[in-house]
């Protein structure tokens, strides 16, 4: 099963190769600045297209495919039996992919405001949510079940449509408001899709054990996740301290977008939350902040003090983890910070995989 | 059959309103100009939020929703039996709507080089491509038949693609390049959708006779067209002379791609390219300079004379309908020139349905 994505890797190395060209000459719209803003701009484009293109992927059996790149794009290719639900779940996903994209750049040009941005995935999630053709049932958790008396299967209705919003709307901007050190966002992004990738390969290959339907997510899943590691390894190479460009929402957007469809279709969006963790945890320590209790500037970055060349929180520190980091493990530099921030993203990425791992059975039927 | 209609009718005033503010908070993205460009986006994100909650509609029984509104949103709502297919083609038209709406945006902002919009399109219809279910045979005409000796239906094959691709390719950069006077583009596009929409109508209500399959396509046109009127002429409200915004690329690459998504899917391309008969002389008789055959300014429009305040064609002038009409029917002020060719458009339009009413039967089987 993970041939399905051995015929894309050959196309990998020119998608970097495409990133590099687009970034270079697209990603200078604010020309009051040194550093193009909105880089993420070329890498959503290649997204799109790749996953585009990869629908042919699925319209054909896979076997064939593989014999024909291998006998120099010559044979006979096989229809494969797609169910017509898959595709709608497909482009469901593209329309909602390329819109949230489509808001990130009008964000980065215009300057939405502040509370906007919160409610422009709702609008984004709606191709999905109207094109929503699976299940809307819930596998209550085992502890839970003999505790509260609950049935193993539980339907919800309309209030999984809602947690299905939540879900994107969160996913979103948790990647937005992580952020400000130079390379964090395409890094975080890069860990998440690596993680998430190896997670639907374990679950397609039957490493994890799930049911069909499960494992035809995971496949869905693996889909998106494949091009967005690529596209992001090639931003964080531009992005990378010293950044060259700067991602802008464009990106953040984008990419929470991705990651939160890919949980929702497939299927994952609990052990998704886990790989999350450090966005959760900034979100959950950001709120005072977002929710105005405790003052908040336009921009919660660190201060640089150009003697020493080292990061150190404001006098009155900002609450999210980028200070926090700060705070605990004392002053660094930018480099250093977004090593150590990744580094915490790969820790909980292991962790989940630790959970997932234990928990199978245990948890869940 | 056009009570389809009726339940969108009520929010078309609230849409209106909707597009005013929107219209006047967001077109400020190029601030060196007094009059907002781009303002496209707005009318854009309401037409897609517009057609994703028009899917709803198609999900339940036409006249249990009828009831459901007359009952002040109380009642049952009976889902209809939809094909899956149907929603397949209705996902990939909006991926390809937002992808086009996005590209246009980012034309606007970026301002992409010319020989490089000729071919955005082709990006932007890639999901159509990819996800079109449809057939790809065409019916031949009668008259086609007898001479040629051609059977009545032949299956094109990969060049029906193609011949999508040339079709959105050509709609989207005509509507483009027919412009340049206050409220030709808004207005065009305005006359354009209600000819459509009243074609569809006349198809789905039986007056134009109809297998069942294009009459299935010609609602769905239908679905794409109420939105477009509706929104084009909230735009035009703003963009008549004197104009207090400018459409942008935004919009007429949004609003090109939309009518041929709608030819496309609703099986009408042929009646289509008679609709848009202005935009394809305007097309033909501006080859010349966009092959650089005869030269080609950056902006090819007519000189303003200040004394009069009239309009009149350069000393050279450039090859396109707005100087031609200048040209063949005297100086005129800016206001006068737009209506001259809204009424040739509508001309144009009427003459489809005479040339559609007369044919049928005899044209085709």
């Given amino acids: 099963m993970p041939l399905h994505l051995t015929p894309a890797v050959a196309g990998k190395t020119e998608k970097r190769g495409i990133c590099g060209k687009d970034l ?27 996953v585009t293109c990869f629908q042919f992927l699925h319209y054909y059996d896979i076997f064939s495919v593989i014999t024909f790149f291998r006998n120099g794009f010559r044979g006979v290719l096989h229809p494969a039996l797609v169910a017509e639900s898959w595709i709608v779940d497909y482009n469901a996903a593209l329309a909602t992919i390329g819109f949230m994209l489509f808001l990130g750049f009008v ?21 999905l949510l109207v094109a929503y053709s699976g299940g809307t049932t819930v596998s209550i958790p085992r502890p839970l079940q003999s505790i509260a008396h609950l049935p193993s299967n539980l339907d919800l209705g309309w209030a999984y449509l809602l947690f299905m919003v939540l879900v994107t709307v969160f996913s979103t901007n948790s990647i937005n408001i992580l952020a400000g050190v130079n390379g964090l966002e395409a890094g975080q992004t890069f860990v998440i899709a690596c993680s998430v990738l190896l997670h639907n390969i374990l679950v397609v290959s039957g490493f994890f054990s799930a049911t069909e339907s499960v494992r035809e997510g995971n496949l869905f899943s693996a889909y998106l996740m494949f091009p ?4 992001s390894f090639a931003l964080l ?40 963790l450090p966005q959760v945890l900034n979100f959950i320590y950001s709120l005072p902040q977002l929710f105005k209790i405790v003052p908040c500037p336009r921009h919660r970055l660190p201060v640089f003090d150009p003697q020493t060349g080292l990061l150190r929180p404001k006098d009155q520190p ?12 004392g002053r660094c530099g930018e480099n250093a910070l977004c090593i150590r921030l990744l580094v915490f993203q790969t820790l909980c990425c292991g962790l989940a995989f630790v959970i997932r791992y234990f928990l199978q059975g245990v948890y869940k039927a």
């Fill in 24 to 50: 270079n000459k697209k990603g200078t719209p604010a020309g009051d600045l040194a550093i193009p803003e909105a880089a993420g701009l070329a890498p959503g484009c290649v997204f799109l297209l790749c």
């Fill in 107 to 127: 964000d980065d040009v215009l300057d939405v405001r502040w509370r906007v941005k919160l409610i422009l995935p709702l609008f984004a999630s709606l191709p």
């Fill in 228 to 231: 967005l590691a690529a596209v």
């Fill in 237 to 276: 190479w531009y992005n990378w301290y010293p950044s060259r460009v700067f991602v802008g929402d464009t990106f953040t957007y984008f990419a929470g977008m991705t990651i939160a469809v890919a949980g929702i279709l497939g299927h994952f969006s609990e052990t998704l939350l886990i790989f999350l």
């Fill in 318 to 329: 900002d609450w999210n983890l980028v200070n926090l980091f700060l705070q605990l493990f």
